[in-house]
C-alpha cells in the first residue's frame, strides 16, 4: 500500500497545524450571517489580498514511498482520481467547468467526465439553489459539457487548488477582483451554443474544440504552471475499507441540506460507488447513455459563508482550520477535520483517530460545502 503520512503525526500536529492556519487571515467571520453587507471590501471578507500569504502552512509528507505495484507503459496515474491514463496528460492543467443546477437545466451532458464535482450553495436566495464544478482532467475529449452558467468568488479560490483554468458564463462584479488574481485562470463565455428548446441562458455548452481555440488564443499555457500547489490527494493503491477502530459508522444514504434540489447520495454495492440524484430523480448522462454520475470518495465539509447582499450573493469561508467533516467510501463514513490555509492551496482533510491525511480509493470524488446554519439537517445513514 502506498502512504502518504504527514510528518510528527497526532494531536500535536493537529494542532500546531490549526493554530497556523488559523493566524493566517481567513475568509470573513466563522460566524454565519443573513444580514446583507453595508459595504463590500474584499480585504475584510478574505483578510488576504495577496496571491500568497506571508506565512504558508506546509504539510510534508513521507520521503519514504513504497514501490509501485505496477506499472503500465505510456500512462500515469492520475492525481486527480489515481486512474490509470495517457501519459501525455501528465502535465496538463484541468480545467474546471461551472454546471447550471436548476431543474430546467437538466439533463447534463458529459458529467460522468469529470474527476471531481463540486456542489455549494450557489445562493442564500432561490431555496439555496446550488451548482456544480465539476473538474475535468482529460478535457481534450469533450463532446458536449454543461450546460455552463456563471461563477462565484468561492469557485475561484477551489478551482485555484488544482491549478485549474475556471471556465464560465460571467458572475457578479464580486468575481472582479478574484479574476483579477495572479493564479486565477479563467475563461468566460464565447462557447458552443446548442439548439435544445430552452431559453437561452440554458444552451451555452463546452463543445468539441471549444477548449483547444481558448487555449491557443490566450496567455494561458495548458500545462501546470507556477502556482501549481501539487497533487491535491493522498491516494492508496489498494482498496480502503473505514473499519470500527478508525469510529467508522454505516453510510449507505446521504441527505444533503439542500432545499431546492434535494441532493441525495445512495450507495450502490454492486459498482461499490455512490449515486448521485436530485430534485427525486437519478442524475444521467445522456451522452453516454444515460449512465449514472457516481463517485468513488466523498467529502462532506462543514462550510461558514459570508452574504453579501440582499440578492443572495454570497462567499464561503473557505480559508479555515478545524472545521467538521467525512469521508466516506465503501458504504462507510469517518469523520474528519479540514483545512485550507490560502487561496490558492488544497484544502487538507484530517483523519480524526490519526491526525493523519485521508489516505482515498481510486476512483471519482464528490465535495459538497454544506452551510454551517444546516449542517445539523446533514443526514448520514
Not at 469529470?114 to 445562493?123: C, K, P, T
Not at 439555496?128 to 465539476?134: G, N, P, S, V
Request: charged share 25%; aromatic share 10%; proline share 3%.
Amino acid at each position: 500500500m502506498k502512504k502518504r503520512n504527514i510528518q510528527n503525526k497526532g494531536i500535536a500536529l493537529f494542532m500546531a497545524i490549526t493554530l497556523a492556519a488559523a493566524s493566517l487571515c481567513s475568509c470573513g467571520s466563522k460566524e454565519d450571517t443573513e444580514e446583507p453587507a453595508t459595504e463590500i471590501n474584499f480585504a475584510d471578507i478574505t483578510n488576504n489580498n495577496a496571491d500568497t500569504p506571508e506565512t504558508e502552512v506546509q504539510i510534508e509528507t513521507s520521503a519514504e514511498v513504497s514501490t509501485e505495484e505496477e506499472n503500465r507503459e505510456g500512462m500515469y496515474r492520475s492525481e486527480l482520481t489515481n486512474e490509470w491514463i495517457d501519459e501525455s496528460l501528465k502535465d496538463q492543467r484541468p480545467v474546471a467547468i461551472m454546471v447550471d443546477n436548476e431543474s430546467i437545466a437538466l439533463p447534463h451532458y458529459g458529467m460522468t467526465e469529470a474527476d471531481v464535482v463540486y456542489e455549494l450553495m450557489n445562493s442564500t436566495a432561490n431555496g439555496r439553489i446550488t451548482r456544480f464544478m465539476a473538474v475535468v482532467k482529460d478535457w481534450g475529449k469533450i463532446e458536449q459539457f454543461g450546460s455552463i452558467r456563471s461563477t462565484r468568488p468561492t469557485n475561484i479560490m477551489l478551482a485555484a487548488e488544482w491549478n485549474a483554468v475556471l471556465v464560465h458564463d460571467g458572475g457578479p462584479f464580486y468575481i472582479n477582483d478574484w479574476i483579477a488574481k495572479k493564479y486565477s485562470a479563467n475563461f468566460s463565455g464565447g462557447f458552443t451554443r446548442v439548439d435544445n428548446g430552452k431559453k437561452r441562458e440554458y444552451t451555452e455548452y463546452v463543445c468539441t474544440g471549444d477548449l483547444d481555440s481558448r487555449f491557443a488564443d490566450s496567455k494561458y499555457s495548458t500545462e501546470y504552471n507556477e502556482y501549481y500547489p501539487g497533487p491535491h490527494f493522498s491516494f492508496s493503491n489498494s482498496e480502503i475499507e473505514l473499519t470500527d477502530d478508525r469510529g467508522a459508522i454505516d453510510c449507505t444514504h446521504i441527505e444533503l441540506p439542500f432545499p431546492h434540489n434535494e441532493s441525495t447520495l445512495d450507495y450502490n454495492e454492486e459498482t461499490g460507488t455512490y449515486d448521485y440524484s436530485e430534485y427525486g430523480k437519478a442524475h444521467t448522462d445522456p451522452l453516454h447513455d444515460n449512465a449514472r454520475l457516481t463517485f468513488k470518495n466523498l467529502f462532506i465539509q462543514d462550510c461558514t459563508f459570508s452574504q453579501l447582499d440582499e440578492n443572495g450573493y454570497l462567499i464561503y469561508n473557505a480559508i479555515d482550520s478545524g472545521r467538521a467533516g467525512y469521508y466516506i467510501t465503501n458504504g462507510k463514513a469517518v469523520e474528519v477535520t479540514w483545512i485550507k490555509s490560502a487561496e490558492n492551496e488544497p484544502t487538507i482533510f484530517l483523519d480524526n483517530q490519526t491526525g493523519e491525511q485521508i489516505e482515498m480509493n481510486t476512483g471519482k470524488t464528490y465535495i459538497a460545502l454544506v452551510p454551517s446554519d444546516s449542517w445539523d439537517d446533514l443526514v448520514i445513514n
